[in-house]
């Protein structure tokens, strides 16, 4: 039994913000349909393609079905409210005021489903002097202070850096999970449905909690209180002979890391740096693991994969999709006794569930989906 089982979601999202939420969504069991055009969403196209589909597209479209329709078309829009009516959440990130152009905005689905759970996933929300702009994950990592704070993490006086993967999208489109689940727990008590408004900036900000409030309690940025406060630094990234490793050691754990470094006293970093430097990775995760110091190898993803722990976990799951193959990717993270999240069937091809959802959901004969087609209203 999925924990969302009893959840349909109108997903009218592309690209990596919406999608991810919507995975989440899907991987704990809502039934995620999701809209696309008659020529694809755009993340379809983004190389490697293997087996004719997106890597990017077989991680997050996974557990979806895909419905074609054309939105230009009245019939499709009509259709689009038929299975809004039938849903319990939409999800939409297209530029400020195109679903209501489209006649499928949060008053207009109100009307068919007047408890629907409505979430606008944007770059800057829907107020504000910038919420027309366009905007993508680095967009908001730029504003938010991230690839400063990244680039301050090697050189306050070097250029900012972007942050490895798509922070900008990811970690909004958690908080966009966040906020339905919370939109439908509010709903099971008082039956009110509500409009979420989920921007990526505000997100990212929230993110970058804990820097903006140490600087507004203390008014000098993180590089500053670093070199004010920390003279010693057994917290980083240290190089190996063969390799690199991070050494995550508090103040208070000192006595421990001296025992695991086997010496009777350390004064300064570079002594640290000289340590690691003389010594394997594996032996300096053997030394300072045994004494409960917090290290661990910097890897590629090659090697993450091969990790020991990670194959016990089981963390990366096999999912048989029928043109690309076998399909390798992480499975839903977090363990639960009762309601798993779980991989049921793998991202769709292009208008794959067509049929099954006009037919069985809103009770289209055979011919009037042939007529659809014939319209150019589906494919």
């Known amino acids: 039994m999925g924990m969302l089982d009893d959840i349909r979601i109108l997903d009218f999202s592309h690209v990596y913000f919406g999608p991810y939420a919507t995975m989440i969504l899907g991987d704990m069991g809502a039934d995620v349909i999701k809209i696309e055009p008659p020529w694809g969403e755009i993340a379809r196209m983004y190389p490697p393609l293997i087996g004719g589909m997106s890597t990017v597209f077989l991680y997050l479209d996974r557990n979806k079905r895909s ?49 629907i759970i409505y979430a606008c996933l944007s770059g800057f929300g829907l107020d504000g002097p910038y919420m027309n702009r366009p ?21 306050p006086e070097g250029p900012p850096l972007v942050p490895a993967e798509w922070h900008g999208d990811l970690d909004p489109g958690l908080w966009a999970v966040i906020a339905i689940l919370g939109a439908i727990r509010h709903r ?9 408004d989920v921007p990526q900036l505000d997100c990212m900000i929230a993110q970058t909690g804990v820097s903006i409030t140490q600087y507004t309690m203390s008014k000098e940025l993180p590089w500053q209180s670093d070199r004010k406060y920390i003279s010693l630094s057994t917290f980083g990234k240290f190089k190996a002979s063969d ?4 050494i995550a050691a508090e103040p208070n754990m000192k006595e421990r890391l001296l025992k695991g470094l086997g010496v009777e006293a350390l004064e300064t970093t570079d002594e640290l740096r000289s340590w690691a430097s003389t010594r394997k990775v594996d032996e300096i995760v053997k030394a300072l693991s045994e004494n409960s110091v917090p290290v661990a190898p910097i890897y590629q993803i090659d090697k993450t994969l091969e990790d020991p722990h990670v194959r016990v976990r089981g963390i990366i799951q096999a999912t048989e999709h029928p043109t690309a193959g076998t399909v390798r990717s992480p499975r ?17 091809q292009l208008g794959q569930h067509n049929n099954e959802i006009l037919t069985q959901i809103l009770g289209y004969t055979e011919e009037q989906v042939s007529n659809l087609r014939k319209e150019g209203v589906t494919a």
């Open 67 to 115: 419905l074609i329709l054309n939105l230009k078309s009245p019939k499709a829009v009509e259709i689009a409210l038929s299975l809004a009516e039938r849903s319990d959440v939409v999800v939409e990130n297209f530029k400020r005021g195109t679903m209501d152009k489209l006649g499928l905005g949060y008053d207009d689905v109100r009307k068919v489903r007047p408890d």
């Open 135 to 155: 905007s993508f994950a680095p967009i908001a990592e730029a504003m938010a202070g991230w690839l400063r704070l990244t680039g301050d993490s090697v050189d």
């Open 188 to 196: 099971d008590r008082t039956g009110e449905g509500q409009l979420i």
């Open 243 to 246: 390799g690199w490793v991070y």
């Open 332 to 348: 839903f993270p977090v363990v639960m006794s009762k309601t798993p999240g779980s991989i049921r069937r793998p991202a769709p």
